[in-house]
């Protein structure tokens, strides 16, 4: 180690992906030693060649791979790990997880394992938010089990309706229910799907709240009593509820609404004992505000606040994770001009955002000031079907919002992606970009289908 820190000699990295590289590029600045754990399909990753050391633990499929703890324990331990940093995905909310690499004597990089318990139950998560005076949409506070329930609650709460997997995440098992008719049809497929993907049925049931904005608060906390918001970011620009488009300060939202919000997700957070680096997540309709869900876990777009504030958010999930107090206290925290943030995806928008995956022949990032590319691609990289279809995430800044996405837009028509069968999601990006609703910060979740509902010249308001 280098000295400057007293955290960990060695920090595993179980994750993939620009975000695997993200993690030890901090590891090097901080002089921890980092080894990335790989599959076959990773083989050649980006990651791989940055990290001291790299281990296989097995082939492309995650659930062999990504998925196997005791895969991504003996790694650990062979290479003289301390701590296992999860990344985000993959197994970065799993209590069990962060509890069998407890009993190995292995710090997990997150919250402790009963915390994520429990927020990651998002119907006892709403019970819990709702105890600590956030404000949620009214809905059931417990998963709804049989069909006279779930017809009595849509009844009591009035549609439209949303039905959610209490285990879900990542956009995944949720419903949105308009007529009182589709409600059973909806409620046995919601379950279906959740006992699927997540291997727990249980659903509940809230209001659907249209239209919408998604703002979301960043928090740290450590272990020492001190938690701390780094401000709100806006990520309504979505496909099948999973985020595009992720920008800080959220445009056009009154500051004392985004003041509300920070100050519910720092007394959340505090309520549950929360440590590390998480965000809570809100929908904001006008003058009502209502509380989602808590991620505890670094998000996929932590640059847009690293931008705004300076903070090395997976720094300060290292220092936490090792016993240390936060490095910045709430008065250090002061935002300055605007970030945003595009997910680069090899996804087709003409195929309702069907993945692409295929080898790259040509990748070349766009560059210029203030702008950021986090990647782990490049020219002859193979982008997996096996995984998440996320390429590059540019980040830019500048001193205002008008700046800031005309400075996006001309970073996005440099980018060079090439392969055969390859799409990206660059054209639509700079659609939305264009959009003279979006660019009036009139726009809701649903931006995304209304421009497909009206393509053309549409108005804002």
């Known amino acids: 180690m280098s ?11 179980a994750n993939r992906g620009e975000i695997a590289l993200r993690v030890v590029r901090t590891c090097r600045e901080m002089g921890i030693r980092s080894v990335v754990a790989y599959s076959t399909a990773d083989r050649e990753s980006a990651a791989v060649r940055a990290a001291d050391e790299a281990v296989h633990i097995g082939p492309g499929p995650a659930k062999q791979s990504y998925l196997y703890p005791p895969a991504l324990i003996e790694a650990a331990l062979r290479t003289g790990a301390q701590a296992v940093h999860p990344g985000y995905g993959f197994l970065s909310e799993d209590p069990d997880f962060a509890e069998i690499c407890a009993r190995n004597g292995l710090v997990f ?3 402790r394992p009963e915390v994520m318990a429990r927020l990651g139950d998002k119907s006892l998560a709403r ?9 949620v949409l009214p809905g059931t506070l417990e998963p709804v089990g049989s069909a006279s329930e779930i017809l009595a609650a849509g009844h009591r709460v009035g549609f439209p309706v949303i039905i959610k997997a209490a285990a879900g995440g990542g956009g995944r098992g949720m419903s949105v229910v308009r007529r009182a008719e589709d409600l059973l049809p909806a409620f046995r497929a919601t379950r279906a799907a959740a006992r699927s993907v997540f291997g727990d049925d249980r659903v509940y049931l809230e209001r659907f709240l249209e239209p919408a904005r998604h703002v979301e608060i960043q928090v740290l906390a450590d272990g020492h009593g001190n938690v701390v918001h780094l401000g709100e970011r806006d990520c309504s620009v979505q496909r099948r509820h999973q985020k595009l488009v992720e920008e800080s300060p959220a445009p056009g939202l009154p500051r004392r609404i985004a003041d509300a919000l920070a100050e519910a997700a720092v007394r959340g957070a505090r309520a549950v004992g929360f440590t590390g680096a998480g965000t809570f997540e809100f929908l904001v309709a006008g003058e009502e505000t209502a509380f989602i869900e808590v991620n505890s876990r670094i998000q996929v777009e932590h640059p847009v606040t690293e931008a705004v504030t300076g903070i090395d958010l997976v720094r300060e999930q290292i220092r936490v994770a090792a016993g240390l107090p936060l490095s910045v206290t709430q008065d250090d925290v002061r935002p300055r001009g605007v970030a945003v943030e595009c997910r680069v995806n090899a996804e087709d928008p003409a195929r309702d955002y ?14 210029g000031p203030f702008v950021r590319v ?3 691609a490049y020219p002859g990289w193979r982008i997996s079907p096996y995984y998440d279809s996320l390429l590059a995430k540019v980040i830019v800044w500048g001193p205002d919002r008008d700046q800031a996405l005309d400075r996006m837009d001309r970073a996005l028509a440099e980018f060079r992606i090439a392969g055969r069968g390859v799409r990206t999601t660059v054209p639509r990006l700079r659609e939305v970009l264009a959009d003279p609703v979006f660019r009036a910060a009139e726009h809701s979740t649903a931006l995304l289908d209304e421009m497909a509902a009206a ?6 308001g």
């Open 354 to 367: 069907a993945p692409c995956p295929g080898e790259l022949t040509e990748f070349v990032p766009p560059g």
């Open 455 to 460: 393509p053309g010249v549409r108005l804002a």
């Open 109 to 111: 990089i997150g919250p």
């Open 3 to 13: 000295g400057r820190e007293a955290t960990f000699d060695t920090v595993l990295v």
């Open 374 to 376: 986090d990647t782990h």
């Open 127 to 135: 019970r819990l938010m709702t105890d600590a005076g956030l404000p």
